[in-house]
């Protein structure tokens, strides 16, 4: 079982920037493919970033040249740096970590309004 826990959410004004911060329990984190889903209400989760064992990574178009995600194996913790944000990027934001299973944190709220 791994244990994710994030932090950094909270309300900021629309073309702000917000960072949201993961850490996790497993010693075997790098192995790990470790990413970024949100749920806005009424919508479904979906993919934001993910960044597997060899560093390379992927974004949502929405989100492409704005967000960046990067990840620290000896720390053990995955953050999510967001820029220009929008209203519609307004959503419960939730890290995961994957490997043969995957786990999920509770969550943190993101919200982008004036």
């Known amino acids: 079982q791994v244990q994710l826990v994030e932090s950094g959410g909270g309300l900021v004004q629309p073309g702000g920037s917000l960072r949201v911060s993961c850490a996790a329990s497993?010693?075997?984190?790098?192995?790990?493919?470790m990413a970024w889903y949100r749920q806005a209400p009424g919508k479904q989760r979906e993919l934001v970033a993910e960044?597997?064992?060899?560093?390379?990574?992927n974004y949502a178009d929405s989100v492409k040249g704005r967000f960046t995600i990067s990840r620290d194996n000896g720390k053990k913790t995955v953050a999510l740096q967001m820029n220009s944000l929008k209203p519609e990027d307004t959503a419960v934001y939730y890290c995961?970590?994957?490997?043969?299973?995957?786990?999920w944190g509770q969550g943190t709220q993101v919200t982008v309004s004036s």
């Open positions: 995961s970590a994957r490997w043969n299973n995957q786990y």
């Open positions: 497993t010693s075997f984190f790098r192995f790990y493919t």
């Open positions: 960044i597997p064992r060899d560093n390379t990574t």
